[in-house]
């Protein structure tokens, strides 16, 4: 075969394939799990850079709250997310909270009303994320307050959906609920691979920013 | 006194009676039809009974109202993406049994770029209380109910209410004329039963679809509101084609039941209508579920992510494919010359050129045809011709013999003119049937991309609409020639017929000779040296023989016959020489080199994986022209080769030039027939592959490496 004909072809080729390819339009979804997890860059409310890669080879959670919704406050007032971020804290892991609502909206604070909800709580994030244009909610799909997203070693998204099995908001739900978060973070530091990576997360809805 | 001497219990009775009586007559305001209203700044929330007095053993109906203020609702029984369902909590005296909520018709309430299934304004969420048989008349049935309900604006409130309702129970009820009818008005706006039994099967890796056999042929605006949360992704489209939808699969997909339920909203000449729907589950989705509990490796398997095509694409893929398919080297000289021959042959008579067109598409199908039945029968790849040496030494005999033919070193006469001079349109309706088997199969070395896709989805399907696939194919293929055909216009663009066709004719024999050489390098490749004789012997005695039927054209009878005999001779027993040593040689083909790439298996990638590597494989042929196309552009490129050195990704070959299973099952997970397939696995254990496109450029293929790597910093912002 000549290599101007080879030539010729592989250009039409990519031609019609531009053309098809083009007219078929795939609509983004969530993040999914046993997929890479979304990379983000996001300040904190120390004005930090928070880079998903600088913890490479550390598990990191992400916590999508709002200290006003419901089902969040039946888990602080409890005090089971405190715990629980502590347990973490302690096998090293690397616990991000998550703001995505904007100015306006119930949910938004500033850095410094975030530290002080953090302080009145007794919470213990790691840090926590600023995301009021909602870019960080976007790129992996955060439907609710609380989304719990993990995140293994590798960077692949290894849990997403609801902190625990009981989608309510009274505080009598706690008694007996299974923690999904403590079991795939069980599952995977056992060297397991986690059984329910995906479930349905439950709560407040997240109150977007709108597309700018 | 008479009163005195009536038993105290008859007295007692009488006067009961009397009470009831009473009761019935008095004014509904003193009986207790609907509770006591719980309200809220969003919420007015009421027990409303169809019933004054219920009778023993009758089932009857109340109902949850709540009215919401302006811009709130309240949740369906699957919320959708946040939210929280209203519950009721029944105390019931003994023996008195309530059914569940029957809930009426959701709205879908956007909350970009999120979706709820609730309810605005005014809801009444109706559920049947049975009384027993044994309920005493006179007696009271207190029905008592704590209901709990989130209700949203942008923020939610969860509310609850505890509601009562005293119904004195009658020898007969009593109806609530007003509440009865908000009541039925309510029950007669739930969702009708379908009448029919839909069925949820899998499209590709994150798509379902739902088939509505039922669906009246005018519907629109459909829309499939599930009661599993766990089913679908609630906010995205659900596009309408072929009487099936397409829902988006759940990022949390989970079905444990083998039906599932839901309510199917669409618009019918103006009304709008309501279907409580049941769908059948195809029996893998729930596998799909049962699966993750041992295993660790199974764990993380990809579901199958066959090409997501649905049959009317596939066809449309499928015809561009063939179109495609006329510009192969192999192909053009032939389909050229055909084109020169109606040009020469329009002069004469326009109707004959278009015979030979309809001869043409004829020969193109009915060779298609059996190559397809082959291929679905045999559940072989497409490209499995290929894998078979003599077959390929064949086809090389072929090239060239079309090749010295073109460049006028013989003519071919006789029967064998659909190979020879038919080429030129002189040779009549066998002639032009024949250059379209002919076509065909110099063709079929070529797998054009979007064949692959196609004929991926064809042999995943039903034989009848395997073959309309590749029955599109072979319409796209044979479509330029029918169409200038039918053109005379087109044809009178072409110079006049005259020394220009012969120089053009000996031009085309060289793209034919370089196919020959390619195809006796794949017999090598597959059988080594004893495939490259075997080829090259091939050729000389299918030539030799040739020669000797042509020299002896003009001579007696008995030297012809001679001459026949003693060339059907050499050829048999050259083909007996190819089959006897053209043996796939059993030694990997992998090509040698500084940085050969490893050879493929699955435990090679599972444990490359387990290392933290990712793992780069290419699943090619030597017979696979875009493969080695691929090789060249991209796969060879120093840039490529030094992203892969540096990001650590392994490079596997999975090389399918001969037959192999293990291979072929590989390509048919990925919903594919044949070679090329690019999959790039992360470095983490049990991790999916990402499949790359069949077109390779440096860029995708050190950027899908960079991916598997981990080592793409993409923001969130940049998203």
């Known amino acids: ?212 | 006194m008479i009163a005195t001497s009536l038993p105290r219990r008859t007295a007692f009775r009488l006067l009961q009676r009397a009470t009831m009586a009473l009761a019935l007559l008095a004014p509904a305001p003193l009986l207790a039809a609907e509770s006591a209203p719980v309200t809220s700044a969003r919420v007015t929330a009421t027990l409303l009974s169809s019933r004054d007095a219920v009778a023993p053993g009758e089932r009857f109906q109340v109902a949850l109202t709540q009215k919401l203020a302006p811009g709130w609702h309240s949740y369906w029984q699957n919320p959708g993406d946040s939210g929280e369902a209203t519950k009721i909590d029944w105390t019931l005296p003994e023996g008195v049994s309530a059914g569940a909520i029957q809930w009426p018709t959701p709205k879908a309430i956007r909350v970009e770029p999120l979706v709820n299934f609730g309810f605005e304004d005014h809801v009444l969420l109706p559920v049947e209380i049975s009384v027993p048989a044994n309920a005493k008349p006179g007696e009271t049935l207190t029905l008592s109910a704590k209901a709990t309900w989130l209700v949203c604006e942008k923020i939610c409130i969860p509310e609850e209410g505890a509601f009562t309702l005293d119904l004195p129970i009658a020898a007969t009820g009593a109806i609530d004329a007003a509440a009865q009818a908000r009541i039925d008005d309510a029950i007669a706006a739930l969702p009708k039963p379908a009448g029919f039994t839909a069925k949820l099967t899998a499209k590709g890796e994150d798509k379902l679809a739902l088939t509505l056999s039922g669906l009246p042929a005018g519907a629109s605006d459909v829309r499939f509101f599930p009661v599993l949360d766990t089913l679908i992704e609630h906010a995205a489209e659900q596009p309408l084609a072929n009487g099936a939808l397409t829902l988006a699969r759940s990022t949390a997909f989970k079905v444990g039941t083998p039906t599932t339920e839901g309510v199917l909203i669409f618009a019918e000449g103006g009304a709008k209508r309501a279907l409580a729907l049941s769908a059948e589950v195809e029996p893998a989705l729930l596998q799909a579920v049962a699966a993750p509990e041992q295993a660790p490796a199974k764990v993380t398997l990809p579901p199958p992510p066959a090409e997501d095509l649905t049959l009317l694409l596939a066809l449309v893929f499928a015809f561009a494919g063939g179109l495609i398919l006329n510009l192969m080297p192999c192909v053009l000289p032939v389909l050229f010359i055909k084109a020169l021959g109606f040009a020469q042959v329009a002069q004469a008579s326009r109707g004959e050129v278009r015979r030979q067109g309809l001869l043409f598409l004829a020969g193109v199908l009915a060779t298609f045809f059996v190559l397809a039945s082959l291929v679905i029968a045999l559940g072989a790849g497409w490209g499995f011709q290929l894998q078979s040496p003599p077959l390929v030494i064949l086809l090389a005999v072929l090239m060239t013999l079309i090749g010295f033919n073109l460049i006028g070193a013989f003519e071919i006469g006789g029967r064998l003119q659909g190979v020879g001079d038919g080429l030129a349109s002189r040779g009549g309706p066998v002639g032009a049937f024949m250059t379209g088997a002919l076509a065909v199969v110099v063709a079929t070395p070529c797998t054009a991309p979007f064949m692959g896709a196609a004929m991926g989805y064809a042999l995943t399907q039903p034989p009848a609409a395997a073959l309309s696939i590749f029955m599109a194919l072979a319409l796209g293929f044979a479509a330029p020639v029918v169409a200038l055909s039918f053109a005379p216009g087109l044809l009178r663009l072409l110079p006049k017929p005259g020394r220009w066709m012969i120089i053009l004719k000996q031009a085309f024999a060289f793209p034919m000779f370089a196919t020959a050489i390619w195809l006796v390098w794949v017999a090598t490749m597959q059988a080594g040296a004893d495939g490259a004789l075997a080829a090259l012997v091939a050729i000389l005695v299918a030539g030799f023989a040739l020669w000797l039927i042509g020299v002896t054209r003009g001579s007696g009878r008995g030297l012809r016959a001679v001459a026949a005999a003693a060339a059907l001779l050499l050829v048999g027993a050259a083909s007996a020489f190819v089959i006897e040593s053209a043996t796939p040689s059993a030694r990997p083909t992998a090509q040698a080199g500084t940085d050969a790439p490893g050879v493929w298996s699955p435990a090679r990638v599972a444990e490359l994986q387990a290392q933290g590597k990712p793992v780069f494989v290419n699943f090619t042929a030597a017979w696979c022209i875009t493969c080695l196309a691929n090789d060249r552009v991209a796969l060879s490129r120093q840039e490529v080769k030094d992203a892969f050195a540096k990001l650590g990704v392994a490079y596997l070959k999975a090389d399918w030039t001969n037959r192999n299973a293990e291979i072929a099952a590989t390509l048919a997970e990925y919903g594919r027939a044949g070679v090329p397939l690019y999959l790039v696995y992360p470095g983490s254990k049990g991790a999916q592959a990402e499949v790359l496109p069949q077109l390779l450029t440096p860029e995708t293929v050190v950027s899908a490496a960079q991916r598997a790597a981990g080592k793409e910093v993409k923001t969130a912002t940049a998203r």
């Open chain 1, 1 to 212: 075969m000549t290599d101007v004909t080879r030539k010729l072809f592989i250009t039409g080729l990519a031609a019609i394939a531009l053309g098809l390819g083009s007219s078929v339009a795939f609509a983004q979804s969530a993040a999914k799990p046993g997929a890479k997890a979304p990379d983000f860059s996001v300040v904190d409310v120390d004005g930090k850079l928070q880079k998903l890669s600088d913890y490479a080879g550390k598990t990191v959670i992400l916590e999508w709250t709002n200290h006003d919704c419901p089902y969040v406050r039946k888990h602080y007032n409890s005090a089971t997310m405190q715990t629980l971020q502590k347990d973490m804290a302690k096998d090293g892991i690397v616990w991000l909270s998550v703001i995505s609502s904007p100015a306006g909206e119930q949910g938004h604070v500033d850095a410094a009303k975030a530290k002080e909800l953090t302080r009145t709580r007794d919470a213990a994030p790691a840090s926590i994320l600023l995301d009021p244009k909602s870019q960080l909610a976007r790129a992996y799909g955060a439907q609710t307050t609380p989304h719990m997203y993990i995140i293994d070693a590798k960077g692949t998204l290894a849990y997403a959906g609801a902190i625990d099995d009981k989608p309510s908001s009274s505080a009598s739900s706690l008694t007996g609920a299974k923690s999904y978060v403590r079991q795939a973070v069980a599952e995977l530091k056992a060297g397991k691979a986690v059984s329910e990576p995906a479930t349905k997360a439950y709560g407040c809805v997240v109150k977007y920013a709108p597309v700018s």
